[in-house]
């Protein structure tokens, strides 16, 4: 048995047999360099979806760049109206057990958010008056997934209340038809507020809603005919309730009157620049806005689509039979165009909807599966692959200007390179943002429409990673385009690109480094 030193000093090497003596280098010569810390600011979360930040102005989170005395903490402190750190510290779950407390005191003891006040018994004011009592944070907390006005909204709804318990399902998921998450973040500001209640479809048709199969217990046919009034359905309604019932699986009442819409109406209508390429002469680019009224959308309605002359998209909430909505494309109508897409999806290609004859190609929208005749077999359709997530497969490694993004496989001259996603942010988190970026000198920042930018400095794509060259050097260039409802950023190809080649699009003539002049 060898003692321990000896083993040490040997170790057992399988491919030579057995026990060989190992080269030990003394302590004293080993030279070690201390791994270095990362550089500051450079961590970024990867993010697939663009996601909804809003504003930060308000708080300062931390102060940046404080070990860095060239920076003018003072001046960037200005940009916002409080110190995060200053504030005293709360445990959240204070907050629920304040609410919860209030709210059986309120159900048993009938006392109302004042009185419990005054009393003095919980650990946070209710106040209904002051913005800072805990109803009004419980409505901040909780207001991306339902609207709270007072204690009482609080509350879970009785079971009896179809309409509240109907809202209640409607806002814990996110009405996007292209995300499946509960109490999603990234689309909070299309949260569907349910019409129900309005006198005004007491009075107007009504459509009453089909008593078929019931798809469970719980199901709302159920419902109606037990426990609760018996209700008139008007077709805003209905379009609300057909959706719960997608999601919840129940097909009992989808009315087949309400599927998307046959009319003939020419697709070109709402064609804003016709002849343009989709990688080039963006029309003026609106926020995603949706209009949200009873009825079609009409001069008075005032809504965004119509004061913007921008047809409806499907998370709209006006009438399925507006003729505002984008009645899609017919490229795959004829039988011939079916040909060549059947041969060309043979040889893994998408041949569909390629040029600017396609109407939703030629108004920067990209197909819709729900009205398109191409988009049905994602395969064919060209002009789908933001959506299908049909992007290239790249690497980040050191560029020409720091760290570059390159091609790991060929790309085709229009070609979804990668799709450029951040953080959705307004101006104001945009200036004061930008004082850090200026000072780095680096910014990742894509103005999206005259609402947000996209920053992509502490959350994105390997998009952020793309550096700058002069349109005719560039081999990729962004396109901003509406996706079922959103504005979102593809970047593709320009022109045939090879395995390996370092990306290059053209920032732009308002990007600090400068455009086109003082570049070329
Ligand atoms: C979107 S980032 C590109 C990725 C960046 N190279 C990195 O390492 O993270 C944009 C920044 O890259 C640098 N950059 C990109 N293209 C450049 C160019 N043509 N000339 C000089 N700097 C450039 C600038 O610092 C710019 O603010």
């Given at each position: 048995?060898?003692?321990?030193?000896?083993?040490?000093?040997?170790?057992?090497?399988?491919?030579?047999?057995?026990?060989v003596?190992?080269?030990?280098?003394?302590?004293s010569?080993?030279?070690v360099?201390?791994?270095?810390?990362?550089?500051?600011?450079?961590?970024?979360t990867?993010?697939?979806q663009?996601?909804?930040?809003?504003?930060?102005?308000?708080?300062?989170?931390?102060?940046?760049?404080?070990d860095?005395?060239?920076?003018?903490?003072?001046?960037?402190?200005?940009?916002?109206?409080?110190?995060?750190?200053?504030?005293?510290?709360?445990?959240?779950d204070?907050?629920?057990?304040t609410?919860?407390?209030?709210?059986?005191?309120?159900?048993?003891?009938?006392?109302?958010?004042?009185?419990?006040?005054s009393?003095?018994?919980?650990?946070?004011?209710?106040?209904?008056?002051?913005?800072?009592?805990?109803?009004?944070?419980?409505?901040?907390?909780?207001?991306?997934?339902?609207?709270?006005?007072?204690?009482?909204?609080?509350?879970?709804?009785?079971?009896?209340?179809?309409?509240?318990r109907?809202?209640?399902?409607?806002?814990?998921?996110?009405?996007?038809?292209?995300?499946?998450?509960?109490?999603?973040?990234?689309?909070?500001?299309?949260?569907?507020?349910?019409?129900?209640?309005?006198?005004?479809?007491?009075?107007?048709?009504?459509k009453?809603?089909?008593?078929?199969?019931?798809?469970?217990?719980?199901?709302?046919?159920?419902?109606?005919?037990?426990?609760?009034?018996?209700?008139?359905?008007?077709?805003?309604?209905?379009?609300?309730?057909?959706?719960?019932c997608?999601?919840?699986?129940?097909?009992?009442?989808?009315s087949?009157?309400?599927s998307?819409?046959?009319?003939?109406?020419?697709?070109n209508?709402?064609?804003?620049?016709?002849?343009?390429?989709?990688?080039?002469?963006t029309?003026?680019?609106?926020?995603?806005?949706?209009?949200?009224?009873?009825?079609?959308?009409?001069?008075?309605?005032?809504?965004?689509?119509?004061?913007?002359?921008?047809?409806?998209?499907?998370?709209?909430?006006?009438?399925?039979?507006?003729?505002?909505?984008?009645?899609?494309?017919?490229?795959?109508?004829?039988?011939?165009?079916?040909?060549?897409?059947?041969?060309?999806?043979?040889?893994?290609?998408?041949?569909?909807?390629?040029?600017?004859?396609?109407?939703?190609?030629?108004?920067?929208?990209?197909?819709?599966?729900?009205?398109?005749?191409?988009?049905?077999?994602?395969?064919?359709c060209?002009?789908t692959?933001?959506?299908?997530?049909?992007?290239?497969?790249?690497?980040?490694?050191?560029?020409?200007?720091?760290?570059?993004?390159?091609?790991?496989?060929?790309?085709?001259?229009?070609?979804?390179?990668?799709?450029?996603t951040?953080?959705?942010?307004?101006?104001?988190?945009?200036?004061?943002?930008?004082?850090?970026?200026?000072?780095?000198?680096?910014?990742?920042?894509?103005?999206?429409?005259?609402?947000?930018?996209?920053?992509?400095t502490?959350?994105?794509?390997?998009?952020?990673?793309?550096?700058?060259?002069?349109?005719?050097?560039?081999?990729?260039?962004?396109?901003?385009?509406?996706?079922?409802g959103?504005?979102?950023?593809?970047?593709?190809?320009?022109?045939?690109?090879?395995?390996?080649?370092?990306?290059?699009?053209?920032?732009?003539?308002?990007?600090?480094?400068?455009?086109?002049?003082?570049?070329t």
């Amino acid at each position: 048995m060898s003692n321990s030193a000896e083993l040490r000093n040997r170790h057992y090497d399988n491919s030579r047999g057995g026990w060989v003596e190992a080269s030990v280098i003394p302590e004293s010569e080993v030279h070690v360099e201390p791994p270095s810390a990362y550089t500051a600011y450079e961590s970024c979360t990867p993010i697939d979806q663009n996601i909804l930040h809003g504003d930060d102005s308000n708080y300062m989170p931390f102060i940046p760049l404080a070990d860095d005395p060239t920076f003018d903490h003072e001046d960037h402190a200005m940009e916002y109206k409080r110190l995060a750190w200053q504030e005293p510290y709360r445990d959240p779950d204070t907050l629920e057990i304040t609410l919860e407390t209030a709210r059986r005191v309120q159900r048993r003891l009938h006392l109302s958010p004042e009185q419990l006040d005054s009393m003095g018994i919980l650990p946070l004011t209710l106040s209904t008056t002051s913005v800072w009592g805990a109803i009004w944070t419980g409505k901040q907390r909780y207001e991306l997934f339902r609207t709270l006005q007072t204690l009482s909204d609080v509350s879970p709804p009785l079971a009896g209340d179809l309409r509240s318990r109907l809202q209640d399902y409607l806002t814990l998921w996110c009405p996007t038809p292209d995300c499946t998450q509960a109490m999603c973040f990234s689309h909070s500001l299309e949260q569907a507020k349910l019409s129900l209640g309005s006198h005004r479809y007491r009075t107007g048709p009504f459509k009453r809603l089909p008593v078929t199969e019931p798809c469970g217990v719980d199901c709302t046919i159920l419902k109606q005919s037990d426990d609760v009034e018996d209700v008139d359905w008007c077709p805003e309604d209905l379009d609300d309730l057909r959706s719960a019932c997608i999601r919840m699986g129940c097909e009992a009442i989808i009315s087949p009157s309400l599927s998307a819409s046959e009319d003939p109406q020419d697709p070109n209508a709402y064609v804003r620049s016709p002849s343009s390429s989709p990688l080039v002469d963006t029309p003026p680019i609106h926020s995603t806005e949706r209009c949200d009224h009873p009825g079609a959308c009409r001069p008075d309605t005032k809504c965004a689509c119509f004061v913007n002359q921008t047809p409806c998209s499907r998370l709209c909430r006006c009438s399925p039979e507006c003729r505002r909505r984008w009645k899609g494309c017919r490229c795959a109508a004829s039988s011939a165009m079916a040909a060549v897409a059947k041969r060309s999806k043979a040889r893994g290609r998408r041949s569909l909807c390629r040029g600017t004859q396609c109407p939703c190609r030629a108004a920067k929208r990209e197909c819709d599966p729900a009205v398109c005749l191409c988009s049905h077999d994602n395969a064919s359709c060209r002009n789908t692959q933001i959506q299908t997530g049909a992007s290239k497969l790249v690497e980040v490694k050191q560029g020409a200007f720091g760290l570059g993004l390159f091609l790991l496989e060929d790309a085709r001259a229009g070609d979804l390179v990668t799709e450029y996603t951040g953080e959705l942010i307004y101006e104001p988190t945009f200036l004061s943002r930008s004082q850090v970026s200026a000072h780095v000198g680096r910014s990742y920042v894509f103005g999206l429409n005259d609402v947000f930018s996209v920053d992509a400095t502490n959350a994105g794509s390997p998009a952020r990673f793309i550096n700058h060259a002069p349109s005719r050097m560039a081999n990729v260039a962004a396109c901003i385009l509406s996706v079922n409802g959103f504005q979102r950023i593809g970047v593709f190809a320009k022109k045939h690109i090879a395995a390996g080649s370092e990306l290059f699009m053209d920032y732009g003539p308002e990007y600090p480094i400068g455009g086109e002049d003082e570049n070329t």
